[in-house]
Structures are given as C-alpha cells and as structure tokens.
C-alpha cells in the first residue's frame, strides 16, 4: 500500500541547532512532495513543495528539503532552529496523475525548540 | 488572500446526533477535501470532490456523507455522531492543475473544527 512515513514523532532541539526530518514514501510512480507546518493554534501552511527539476528546493522560514529519488526521500532540513520553530511538521505526497488529487499525509512530527 | 472558511470552530454534539460541518472557500478551486486530524495519526482522507456533485471516498470514509452541491461549499456529514469520532476536522481546497511540471496539487486548509461527541 502507498504510504508515507515520518521518522521522528518527537523532536526537542535547542535554538541555533541544526534540524533534519525525515520523510520517505512508497509510491513507484511520479510524484508531488510537501512539507506542511502546524503552529500552535493556527492552521496548516506550506512550507514547500517539490514537483520537478532542482531536487533542493527552498520553502519560507530558511526551510529546505532534498528529494532523493532513489531512496523515495524528501528530508526537511534547517540549518539553525529558533523557538518560533516550534510546530507540527507534516511531509505529505500526492502521485503525478489526473486523479492524484488529495494529498497522503505523514502521522506528523512534532518539533520543540527550547531557548 | 486564499481562504477557507470552516463554519464552526468548536462543536460539543451528543451520540446519535446528526452533525454538518460547513466550509468555504472564495478561490474558485475545483477540488474540495475533509480530512480528520488525530495525535499521532496525522491527516487521514475522509472524502474528496474534484467537481461540483461528485465525490469520491478517501481513506476512513465510514459514518461520514459529504455533500458538494455548490462550487464553493463542501459539507461533511455524520448522519449519527459517535465518540470515536471526536477529532479534528480541516477542509481543504486546491485549484485543478495538470500533470507533468504543472502538476503540484498545493491544498489550502481552513482554521478546523475540533468536534466533540459525549
């Protein structure tokens, strides 16, 4: 069955570490990637999204992620995290066909940035 | 700004109850979603409409109806509320784009609507 998988469920950091999440997916076709962030209290937002070319994409908030084909990864990274970090991170994938239009969601991972 | 809109925020129904969650949205997108969001469980696909009057089962569509009579307004239904189904709810919509380089199907959420069943 296709499926997305989030490595971490619970990841505590101090400011100025470095993060990586990581995402993996079961799909053997083309697909469309997403990372998606939850704020405490507030509602799901992009961070970014692959669908083709520069495997290295860049989001908003000094977010990255690297699709790697052949290992069907799409890793979040950020170089050093600040409290406002502190959310609910959610990779998600959809296949690249005409009804491939609901997106598949990871159980999500939950990040805490202390000060 | 892109918006949908979720009617309720915060629902407190009893077993049995026949419960509407209304959404909105003013972007003229094609493709509507309710989802439901569980700790630890993620986003799990309830239902899904790419146009006006269809629809289409996601992944938990059991005891929930959904219903896309207008463009704009995709209504999720629970003909008769249980306890296991105290969850988050998030509306969805994105436009429909085509495959190949075009076809980043980018979902814009509402705010949810935390539904509570006693």
């Known amino acids: 069955a296709q499926s997305v998988s989030q490595h971490n469920h619970h990841v505590i950091l101090s400011e100025a570490a470095s993060l990586e999440l990581g995402c993996n997916y079961s799909y053997g076709g083309t697909v469309n990637l997403f990372w998606y962030v939850q704020y405490p209290g507030q509602h799901l937002q992009l961070l970014l999204k692959?669908?083709?070319?520069?495997?290295l994409v860049k989001g908003i908030k000094g977010f990255e992620a690297e699709f790697i084909k052949s290992k069907f990864s799409f890793n979040l990274r950020k170089p050093s995290v600040q409290w406002s970090d502190t959310a609910e991170y959610f990779c998600?994938?959809?296949?690249?066909?005409?009804?491939?239009?609901?997106?598949?969601f990871g159980k999500g991972t939950s990040l805490l940035v202390t000060p | 700004d892109v918006k949908v809109t979720q009617s309720s925020r915060y629902l407190v129904k009893r077993t049995g109850e026949k419960v509407f969650l209304e959404c909105v949205q003013d972007m003229d997108h094609e493709n509507m979603f309710w989802y439901r969001q569980d700790p630890g469980l993620g986003l799990r696909l309830i239902y899904f409409?790419?146009?006006?009057?269809?629809?289409e089962k996601g992944d938990i569509p059991e005891g929930y109806s959904v219903s896309r009579e207008k463009k704009e307004r995709f209504s999720l239904i629970l003909e008769s509320a249980s306890t296991n189904q105290t969850s988050m709810y998030l509306c969805?919509?994105?436009?429909?784009?085509?495959?190949?380089?075009?076809?980043?199907?980018?979902?814009?959420f509402g705010a949810g609507s935390r539904l509570t069943v006693l």
């Open positions: 998600a994938v959809n296949e690249d066909s005409n009804s491939g239009y609901a997106l598949n």
């Open positions: 692959y669908f083709s070319g520069d495997p």
């Open positions: 409409s790419y146009d006006v009057k269809m629809k």
């Open positions: 969805a919509s994105s436009p429909r784009v085509g495959t190949g380089s075009t076809g980043a199907n980018v979902l814009t």
